[in-house]
Structure formats: C-alpha cells, structure tokens
T-cell receptor
Framework: DVKVTQSSRYLVKRTGEKVFLECVQD?????MFWYRQDPGLGLRLIYF???????EKGDIPEGYSVSREKKERFSLILESASTNQTSMYLC??????????????FGPGTRLTVT | AQSVTQPDIHITVSEGASLELRCNYS??????LFWYVQSPGQGLQLLLK??????LVQGIKGFEAEFKRSQSSFNLRKPSVHWSDAAEYFC????????????FGTGTRLTIIP
C-alpha cells in the first residue's frame, strides 16, 4: 500500500515564526502536492512538484514556499506564519506514469494553528 | 480552467436510506472525474473515478457514480447507507491531457441518523 506520512498531526505556532511541514511518501512517486483545506472552500492547491528540485505554483502560493531535495520528501515552508494560515494542510503523491489515472494518495493532514 | 460545484454543503440521511450527492463540473472537453471521501481525522481516499467508456462507474464501499455529459454532472450514489459512511465527500475534476492537477469541489458533509 502507498503510504504518505506527514510529520505532525497538530501544530501550534506563533505569528512570524518560520514553519516547516514535512511530507514523505514511500512509493517512489514523482509527483507530490500540498493543499490546504478550509471549511466551505474545499481543497486548494498551494504547490506541486513533478520531480526533485522541480516545483510549480498552484492556485494559492502566496506566503508559502516548498522544497524537494529528495524524491520521497516534499516540504512546505511558511516563511513568516500569519493567523490567516491557520488551516488543515494535506500532502498527496501520485505516480507520474499513471498520471492519466489521476489518483492521488493523501496523507492524514496537519492541522496548523497560528496564534 | 476547470471547476467543480458541489451544491449541497451538508446532507442528512437515515441509516438504510438511499443517497445521492451532486457534482457538476466545468471543462472544455471530457474530463477525468473523481470522488474522494474523507473520514473524520483522516486524509482523503479515492472512492471511484471516470476516464472513459461506461458512464456508470462502480467504486469501493458500495458507491457508484454516473457521468452525464449533457448535464455536466457526476453524481455519487449509494442504495443503502451505513453509519460508517458519515464523512465528507469531495468531487474532483482533472484535465485529460498533460495536467496532473486536480480541482476539487468544496465538499459535502454527510450525516447519518439512526
């Protein structure tokens, strides 16, 4: 089974802190994604990566950056956390060779609270 | 650009009753369509998907969905719900060529009453 893990289930940070959210997948998938999930807004794509050191902005990249130094790991970085970044963050991965199938595998999510 | 609309924010059904969750999409061609489920405290799990061929697709947990091109819809159905089906359901659309991104709807929360 594909497994996508996220470093924390719950995280509380202060305004202005630099925050790292880590995601690791164990199936050698090329594509990895970061979403944020907010009530009434569904899932919105922040960034995705289709290879090591490759990244592309999603729909709401402002205030975020990402890092992909190894194939299995995709990090989301909040350079200076703000209260409006309080949200649930979901990581997903997908096999590029199966991209026509479109199935993404999701981690359990990190609920981030910025105070 | 593709988009998805789930018009029902919250639906309540009795255990054993039938279920239909609505999904409408906007895309210039025949899209890829997906339904995902998110149980409380969990990530998303794929229920079913449509790519081509038979417009009625079967998924896991007894769910099915029907693609109707004329109505730009991909509604999810289950003939008899179980208490364990209480969750949030997301419809998603993907582009057919070269685009790995999915666009998700805003979700429908399903409550089951005894």
């Amino acid at each position: 089974d594909v497994k996508v893990t996220q470093s924390s289930r719950y995280l509380v940070k202060r305004t202005g802190e630099k925050v790292f959210l880590e995601c690791v997948q164990d199936m050698d998938h090329e594509n990895m994604f970061w979403y944020r999930q907010d009530p009434g807004l569904g899932l919105r794509l922040i960034y995705f990566s289709y290879d090591v050191k490759m990244k592309e902005k999603g729909d709401i990249p402002e205030g975020y950056s990402v890092s992909r130094e190894k194939k299995e790991r995709f990090s989301l970085i909040l350079e200076s956390a703000s209260t409006n970044q309080t949200s649930m963050y979901l990581c997903a991965s997908m096999n590029y060779r199966d991209r026509v199938k479109g199935e993404q595998y999701f981690g359990p999510g990190t609920r981030l609270t910025v105070t | 650009a593709q988009s998805v609309t789930q018009p029902d924010i919250h639906i309540t059904v009795s255990e054993g009753a039938s279920l239909e969750l609505r999904c409408n999409y906007s895309y210039g061609a025949t899209p890829y369509l997906f339904w995902y489920v998110q149980s409380p405290g969990q990530g998303l799990q794929l229920l079913l998907k449509y790519f081509s061929g038979d417009t009625l697709v079967q998924g896991i947990k007894g769910f099915e969905a029907e693609f109707k091109r004329s109505q730009s819809s991909f509604n999810l159905r289950k003939p008899s719900v179980h208490w364990s089906d209480a969750a949030e359901y997301f419809c998603a659309v993907g582009a057919r060529f070269g685009n790995e991104k999915l666009t998700f709807g805003t979700g429908t929360r399903l409550t089951i009453i005894p």
